[in-house]
């Protein structure tokens, strides 16, 4: 147990003793909450209401779909006094429109994912530049983002950099 508490401390010893010295030789560091940011600047919103926009139409269909396979259902319950032959064919054809409507959905989920992923990865090339001119403007040796097990308010610069792309124009123009 000492042997291990040993391990452990020394190492923890270097990183305390190489935090002090980044902090006298004037070594200036900030971390920005990348979450945060994808929560709260103005572009993630536009991209979730573009993201809205656009599989909104898809949705309502797939909506509509469900509906008519209920209305289905609900005929098969209600219409006793139907044939079997004609009843055989109804399940029949809530199968296909069920199978169907399984496929419909997972295609949807799919594309949606791919869309938002494609505009995610504009975005944090956005926020990258973004970061680049504040850790230049703000004369930053380092800027961390994800990892961190804990960070002091002195180092967050994460509003900043949210303060940075609200004056963008638009993440379009921002990403050329």
Do not use: C, H
């Not at 270097?14 to 909450?33: C, D, H, P, R, W």
């Not at 979730?48 to 098969?76: C, G």
């Amino acid at each position: 147990m000492n042997g291990l508490l040993r391990l452990f401390l020394i190492p923890l010893a270097l990183v305390v003793m190489q935090t002090a010295s980044a902090q006298e030789s004037g070594y200036k560091i900030g971390f920005v909450n990348t979450a945060r940011v994808l929560k709260q600047a103005p572009q993630a919103r536009k991209v979730e209401e573009r993201l809205k926009a656009e599989f909104e139409p898809r949705e309502a269909q797939l909506r509509e779909k469900r509906q008519e396979i209920l209305a289905m259902e609900d005929q098969l319950k209600s219409d006793d006094a139907t044939t079997s032959n004609a009843r055989r064919k109804l399940e029949r054809e809530i199968r296909l429109k069920v199978s169907q409507l399984k496929f419909l959905e997972q295609e949807f989920r799919e594309d949606q994912n791919l869309r938002r992923n494609e505009e995610i990865r504009e975005l944090q090339q956005v926020i990258s530049k973004v970061l680049k001119k504040q850790g230049d403007q703000g004369k930053f040796d380092l800027i961390l983002t994800e990892g961190v097990s804990y960070v002091s308010d002195q180092i967050d610069i994460t509003t900043e950099t949210i303060e940075m792309l609200k004056l963008l124009p638009d993440a379009s123009e921002a990403a050329q």
